[in-house]
């Protein structure tokens, strides 16, 4: 049911790193459930990660290595190790342990990325027998299997692929990201990997990657239902012939800042398209709002709303459902006569009550659209916030009633 | 779908008050969609209503008079005359106005209430023609008929009585509620109303119904959307021969505020027992919380959160998502290797990692019953906060995807 989302772009090799996909029968015998990348030595590593407090075994390590020199990921799909307590972690570790290994690299290069039920025990041993197959599967050109192979309830695979000249030199931005439920992330995303030939020094990866996912990852919503596994990792594996970037600054750092941006934007919205049970994609905005807070308050209630996302499912022009739900947000002395509202070009509310142009078609030729716009001006500020979500469908509560099944 | 809600109770007529209803055919023909409650004079009044900010033209007058001398209740189902503007307003008052000329009182000894579709315009003509009916049918033991003719999704009325002795005078506290979507009241649900025949103060009524409400409408969630028209209203008559109570405190006091805080739990409960498509009752129950704030914080994570409400539908024991909605809401500092969480009486998570003890068996039988209670223990301070809740079915979506239509 993914909205507007079709098959995958050609996803451009990155110098420096491989891909490799292997299957280890974790959830279902036969499906591809095991990712092992290979980052060249001397890539730098920048990473955001859920800030849920139950954040699982795997967020955990990565968090604490990813700053060293790194040289594998390794993602399972199937079991999300989380909730899974202190034999958790030590089943993370040995995953990591294994690939080292094997690998002769140091365990701290490897991190791990769990995603899939979560509390139960992680299968080691079906990860550890899959991991000759992975490494033997590595190559540059592996993109669109491994972003399949990063997939639970998602029903396409998503990546995204950018290119830029600077100094006759090509620099390639590849990425691909999993997630369709439990979607609302808070500093990253379920999974994202992006990577880039450019070399970037650790700090400004770091500082681009925030302040990509900022724009992106962490203005989606499918649920609200912060996952316990979220990260997103940006990677630079330094092959390009190019000068190291050390600020954030220069022709060569927008450019690569526009192509990570772009990349994020194109993989986060690609995730709202194929949520669970998603018949509509649906682009909140908030302009004129006094601070970036309130907007993303008003925004999130709207978003956020069961009453909207099923009015949205309908294709029901129940625009009350609206103001009632930016009424709740709790923005402080928020003055409702002051608000207009519009579902794509039409206005429907104005100065706080029904506009006086609207009429009950144009809001239903709005809704029968596949891609929904709602835009709210507050008129008390210059902030301005966008999130995008999804609609309230019978096979969300089907998907997620029958998730273990 | 209604969940351990049987048919109304007996509802004791309260001396000083009576109820009057009458078909206005405001959405459908024929249905009893108008409600006039009347209260003997010198009557005390005490309200709470929506803290949303886009709240309806009757709330904001109801809300400006009903500290005054208050005579008549006038209700209409259908239409909630909210996101009206000023029309709406002149509306609301025009009701009041024709009532208040049919029975010679003040115009703002009237309080108006509305609930029904948000942002229609409301039919001013076709309730003021339903009002003589209304006053003709006016009784004190008309309080079935009543709870039946403020209800629009509920499948079944709502309605709570208590009586008690004191000095050998027996004293009546009756109530009726309506509501089962868009329901997360901040400070009073979306319509109840009690009647006592004890003699009141305005101040101390006006307090025990704010106690009285935190208790009980402020602790209740279906979906999230607080209600741009929720009231709840305490009337206290006066006609039972005992002393005014000016005072909260003394034996008399006491005993009226507990059959008042018992009713509007019974009231409150029976809301979500009927929301919108429940198959379930769900308490969730959090302790050892540092702030009451944050014991609340972490019940409307759990109580909100689509995926646990699926999974509660499903009857599937997916703990996991429990311990990701506690993750996420926001506890500073949170120690997740305290928490302890109950289903029912079986442990499943001890210390943030699955109970040693869990077996899916267990949990699968507490899953399957209709009342379900979610403990969760945060062990870091003696606050403790309960919060009642439904499960999300396929129901919910298919009312909420064909509400107007």
């Known amino acids: 049911m993914a909205v507007g989302l079709g098959p995958l772009p050609e996803l451009h090799p990155v110098p420096g790193f491989e891909l490799g996909i292997a299957s280890a029968g974790i959830k279902r015998p036969g499906r591809k459930d095991v990712v092992v990348m290979r980052c060249a030595e001397g890539s730098t590593v920048a990473g955001v990660f859920t800030l849920n407090a139950f954040c699982a075994a795997p967020v955990i390590l990565s ?22 307590g202190e034999p958790g972690l030590l ?19 490897i991190l791990p990325f769990s ?12 990860i550890e027998a899959a991991l000759p197959a992975a490494l033997a599967d590595l190559k540059p050109d592996n993109w669109a299997a491994a972003a399949s192979g990063i997939m639970t309830t998602d029903t396409l695979p998503k990546g995204a692929s950018r290119q830029f000249q600077h100094d006759g030199v090509t620099v390639t931005v590849t990425g691909i990201s999993k997630g369709a439920g439990m979607i609302k992330p808070n500093m990253a995303t379920m999974l994202g990997y992006i990577v880039t030939d450019a070399k970037v020094s650790r700090s400004v990866l770091q500082a681009l990657l925030s302040d990509s996912a900022n724009k992106s990852f962490n203005r989606i919503t499918i649920d609200g ?32 800042k526009a192509a990570v941006i772009s990349v994020s934007m194109e993989l986060a919205q690609a995730i709202v398209r194929d949520g669970e049970g998603a018949t509509k994609f649906v682009t909140v905005q908030v302009n004129g709002g006094a601070t970036h807070q309130e907007c993303l308050d008003v925004g999130y209630a709207v978003a956020h709303s069961p009453l909207i996302k099923t009015a949205l499912f309908a294709s029901d022009p129940n625009w009350g459902r609206i103001l009632a739900a930016v009424g709740r947000a709790g923005v ?60 309230l469908s019978h096979e969300y509560v089907k998907i997620n009633a029958e998730y273990r099944t």
Chains 1, 2 share one sequence.
């Open 225 to 256: 239902d912060t996952s316990t596994n979220d990260c997103c990792m940006l990677v630079a594996t330094g092959q390009a012939a190019l000068p190291e970037i050390t600020e954030a600054q220069g022709p060569l750092f927008e450019a690569l």
């Open 63 to 84: 968090r604490q290595r990813f700053e060293g020199p790194v040289r594998y990921l390794l993602t399972n799909t199937g079991n999300a190790n989380a909730g899974t």
């Open 91 to 109: 089943a993370a570790q040995r995953t990591c342990a294994s690939l080292a290994q094997l690998t002769g690299v140091a365990e701290t290069a």
């Open 115 to 126: 995603t899939g039920v979560i509390g139960e025990p992680l299968p080691v041993e079906k």
């Open 332 to 391: 402080p002395q928020l003055n409702v006569g002051l608000i207009d509202v519009f579902l794509g070009d039409v206005c429907i509310t104005s100065k706080g009550g029904r506009a006086a142009t609207y009429t009950e078609e144009q809001g239903a030729a709005v809704m029968a659209q596949a891609e929904i716009s709602i835009r709210i001006e507050l008129d008390r500020g210059n902030c301005s916030e966008t999130i995008w979500t999804t609609d």
